[in-house]
DNA sequence: GTGAAAGCGCTAACAT
DNA sequence: ATGTTAGCGCTTTCAC
């Protein structure tokens, strides 16, 4: 291979001029049309590859109006705890829009102040075939935006309510609704709740699959036992708080890692085990959950198939724009470890009963 | 606002119709040329904002030669220990992008199989003003090819010897030194090392700042305490061969958090003592380390701050590019927790002494 | 099979 | 201060 300096630049015209062909049919060469002939096809692509010719992104995408490239919208960054998943899930959706030869344009936009300037630049820019949208607000405006301006979007989660728009979302509900059904079976009857800020539209699905689960099985709700809106700060102390109460709960779900481990050092400071003294489950697996001490039960998504997956759906929304909503829930899984455990009083139950 | 149905989509000739004037005029009077009088400038603009009017990203870019915009290739991920940092480092990138008005193109394709197609298309395709490569090999073959196509990029690392790129790197050598200076000043003298693969070219900087400050201090280097090349399933084992020798180390620096959790682990195992028995400093902090029980010492990187600076400085170079090479080093700093203690032995020593 | 001409939306000469 | 012309690199009629 000779080691000769490459054009600043080489267009289709460098390649008609050397083959001695109009730009027309070096076009139809490079594009595989059948009313070019093979050896001119051929000898086409031999010089385009010599050239080391690469299109023009930007000219191809004004003439054909297609971007090749989707725009993913990650909500800024609010906690270490959900870096995991993000990082998984945008290397899902990388990888995804790789296989169909499409780009992946990352922006940071913040997402709260709605239908932006930077986000109707995106929008409407032309630069992008569509948009994944992530942290849906409950009346978003964004897909207000999106729906008159006809741009293709999937939205990474969903609102409460009828959703009129295309979206994939963990069903945080039924991934609850086993984490705590799992601690019923154990025996568990007082279970107590933490969750993260109520703005996260995924907050009220997971307390209703609680709600849900303690229902079924016949146990009454008890708001003692239920605290939202935590932050770091501020979980150990309501954590001691629910461990004061005179009749405690035996175990505890906790909506985020960072709030199942703080609840596990709080039990140990007060000289509880877990999971004999307290039983811990958490959402949203992690190098965090399944590295504590002791590792910990816990609902699992897929994350980078979730990116995947969002990528996909919209790509096939970009080729067939007037396909039907699509609407997809995953269903997490529930990973067992060492963090749940019957409650000791059952436990005496038990060994009574043998 | 009316809530009439959007055009598909909105050029600069709609906007000159409607005003009456040129679609020069009106390009002007967007941009705000100063031949352009003052009336007819708001008044495009009020058009402008009021049909809701932005430009094609790609009619522009074929004009300007401009994409405004940089790509990130990031590796594919290898280990869940190093998520926390590279979602960091993506999140400045973008937030640095945002800043300068340019967009983030993500790419995760393949490093090891260097100047592939798929990179040469990003390269050559004009979508992107220039790229920030992660992940440099020692010869690596994308970096000869840009700049041959002379394409402006930055190195987000470095490879060993002389390097004739930009770049900004973290001087893992300096971190090591210094988190081995730590040791060596509470006393340790046997100080056992653990890295991870040698192919990452940090490991050798990394290793050399260990080598430096033993033999600042005078002490012999005994390979019997180095280990490199370790993944997750080998650590306990090597961690275990280390604490069985004889002389074993009273601290151990390791390269990666899983590798410094899996050294507490065994050690504990072992039913010693963290820090009493083993002093253990980890390169790389986060929450899996801050975390940990006890929280250990760690090298710290700034990694969202090395995400911003890689992409100004790409951008910077995007604007000039005749810029001379700029190559930056950024030192990490040591963030001491619990992890760290006088040798046992020294304890004694310091004890008898008083 | 191949070529000439037009145009995607925008901006930069070069008029006037 | 505004309009005319041309062209960025590519694809697609429509001729031949």
Chains 1, 2 share one sequence.
Not at 22 to 51: K, Y
Not at 58 to 87: C, E, K, T, V
Not at 296 to 314: F, H, I, S
Request: proline share 5%; glycine share 6%; with cysteine.
């Amino acid at each position: 291979m000779a080691h000769h300096t490459l054009e600043p630049m080489v267009t289709i015209k460098d390649i008609a001029r050397e083959v001695g062909l109009s730009v027309t049919t070096v076009s139809r060469a490079l594009n595989n049309h059948d009313d070019v002939s093979v050896g001119t096809r051929r000898l086409v692509h031999e010089v385009a590859r010599r050239l080391d010719y690469h299109p023009n992104a930007m000219a191809r995408s004004l003439q054909n109006s297609r971007a090749d490239a989707i725009g993913l919208l990650i909500p800024p960054i609010l906690h270490r705890a959900y870096d995991a998943f993000w990082l998984d899930f945008i290397g899902g959706a990388a990888s995804a829009c790789a296989t169909a030869g499409s780009d992946l344009l990352l922006s940071a936009v913040s997402t709260s102040d709605g239908a932006n300037d930077d986000f109707k630049r995106l929008a409407r820019g032309r630069r992008v075939d569509g948009l994944l949208l992530c942290d849906i607000q409950q009346a978003d405006p964004r897909i207000e935006y999106l729906r008159r301006t006809s741009l293709p979007f999937v939205a990474f989660g969903r609102t409460m309510g009828p959703q009129n728009y295309s979206f994939i979302d963990v069903d945080g509900a039924a991934g609850v609704r086993q984490a705590v059904e799992h601690l019923i079976q154990l025996g568990h009857r007082r279970i107590g709740y933490l969750g993260v800020s109520t703005k996260f539209s995924f907050s009220s699905f997971r307390l209703r699959g609680y709600q849900d689960a303690l229902a079924r099985a016949g146990i009454g709700y008890d708001e003692r036992l239920v605290h939202e809106g935590l932050t770091a700060p501020m979980a150990a102390a309501v954590m001691a708080r629910l461990l004061d109460l005179s009749d405690r709960p035996t175990a505890v779900f906790a909506s985020a890692d960072f709030l199942a481990l703080a609840a596990v050092k709080t039990a140990r400071t007060m000289a509880l085990d877990i999971p004999a003294d307290l039983s811990v489950v958490v959402f949203d697996d992690g190098a965090l959950v399944e590295g504590a001490d002791p590792p910990l039960t816990a609902v699992n998504q897929p994350n980078r198939r979730l990116g995947e997956e969002a990528a996909e759906l919209l790509l096939q929304r970009i080729a067939r724009t007037e396909a039907p909503l699509v609407q997809r829930l995953v269903i997490p899984s529930l990973t067992q470890r060492s963090s749940t455990a019957p409650p000791r009083e059952y436990q005496h139950v038990m060994s009574a009963a043998q």
